[in-house]
């Protein structure tokens, strides 16, 4: 197998399997190297070794450290430092690196700030502008947190809706994650509606989930039936059960008693 001769960056690593190394050519073997050294995840790899490399040199004091329980100068000096680490690299290319699974082991664990005075700091930058020598400082404005509510106004557009009744139709193989399964749970509760849901098929656990002490989680269907237990308007099938469990008498229970009023019957 030769090398194709292309300087495009995009290189498919791919193409290594089953290579012939011995095969190529010195130019076909440079030309290789070339493409991979242009590769996105090879420059990333070397942006995160020199970043770490820095950040390594700032923070080595703090190696037997712990931060959140350190004085409150420490913490301070911290989070300074960490801004120079940042500052180095440039903020949002040090958090993409950080972030990335197949990077983070060249940097340093960073630690979290705890208290300042007995109040919670969030973050090293928070510490920097709300304490130390920051121009708010005297303010001592951590020392003053306050919870203000706030509603989401938003929009839910169902799979369909039962003729005369307030019955929505929802249709779910499963529920992303815990935040979808809270939109059912408002929905329910701030309108006058119930959710028929039809799931693809029995036992198909919330991955999100805390686990058991036996390993497993709970699954659609006990998710719905604490809905129930709750007092909230919903019931549920499967895609196999669907035409036998329209004919059950819970469900046409369910079904009776959303009917919207102007298509109730008078005595």
């Given at each position: 197998?030769?090398?194709?001769?292309?300087?495009n960056?995009s290189?498919d690593f791919s193409q290594?399997?089953?290579?012939?190394?011995e095969?190529?050519?010195r130019?076909?073997?440079?030309?290789?190297?070339t493409?991979?050294q242009?590769h996105p995840?090879?420059q990333?790899?070397?942006r995160a070794?020199?970043?770490a490399?820095?950040q390594k040199?700032l923070?080595v004091?703090?190696?037997?450290v712990?931060?959140p329980?350190?004085?409150?100068?420490t913490?301070l000096?911290y989070?300074k430092?960490?801004?120079?680490?940042?500052d180095?690299?440039g903020y949002?290319?040090?958090?993409?690196?950080?972030k990335?699974p197949?990077?983070?082991?060249h940097?340093?664990?960073?630690?979290?700030?705890g208290k300042?005075?007995?109040?919670?700091?969030?973050?090293?930058l928070?510490?920097?502008v709300?304490?130390?020598?920051?121009?708010?400082a005297?303010?001592?404005?951590?020392t003053?947190?306050?919870e203000?509510p706030?509603?989401?106004?938003?929009?839910?557009?169902?799979d369909g809706?039962m003729?005369?009744?307030?019955?929505?139709?929802?249709v779910k193989g499963r529920?992303?994650?815990?935040?979808?399964?809270?939109?059912y749970r408002?929905?329910?509760?701030?309108n006058?509606?119930?959710i028929f849901?039809?799931?693809?098929?029995?036992?198909?656990e919330?991955?999100?989930?805390t686990?058991?002490?036996?390993g497993?989680?709970?699954t659609l269907?006990?998710?719905?039936e604490r809905?129930?237990k709750?007092?909230?308007?919903?019931?549920?099938?499967?895609?196999?059960e669907l035409?036998d469990?329209?004919?059950?008498p819970k469900?046409?229970a369910?079904?009776a008693?959303?009917i919207?009023?102007a298509?109730?019957k008078?005595a």
């Amino acid at each position: 197998m030769s090398w194709p001769v292309d300087h495009n960056p995009s290189f498919d690593f791919s193409q290594l399997h089953g290579l012939d190394i011995e095969s190529l050519s010195r130019q076909e073997m440079q030309d290789m190297l070339t493409q991979i050294q242009a590769h996105p995840i090879v420059q990333d790899s070397e942006r995160a070794r020199q970043a770490a490399v820095k950040q390594k040199e700032l923070l080595v004091k703090y190696q037997d450290v712990d931060i959140p329980n350190a004085p409150t100068e420490t913490k301070l000096q911290y989070a300074k430092d960490m801004k120079a680490v940042t500052d180095d690299t440039g903020y949002a290319d040090f958090v993409e690196l950080l972030k990335n699974p197949y990077l983070n082991d060249h940097f340093v664990d960073l630690q979290r700030i705890g208290k300042v005075n007995g109040h919670r700091i969030d973050s090293a930058l928070e510490a920097r502008v709300l304490a130390g020598d920051s121009p708010l400082a005297k303010l001592q404005l951590y020392t003053t947190r306050h919870e203000f509510p706030y509603v989401k106004k938003t929009k839910y557009v169902s799979d369909g809706v039962m003729p005369g009744t307030r019955i929505a139709i929802e249709v779910k193989g499963r529920f992303r994650d815990f935040a979808e399964s809270q939109k059912y749970r408002l929905i329910m509760e701030q309108n006058d509606i119930g959710i028929f849901f039809i799931f693809s098929k029995r036992g198909v656990e919330c991955t999100w989930a805390t686990a058991r002490k036996d390993g497993t989680k709970y699954t659609l269907e006990e998710w719905c039936e604490r809905q129930i237990k709750a007092g909230l308007n919903c019931i549920y099938t499967f895609e196999d059960e669907l035409g036998d469990f329209v004919k059950n008498p819970k469900f046409k229970a369910f079904y009776a008693r959303n009917i919207l009023p102007a298509q109730l019957k008078v005595a």
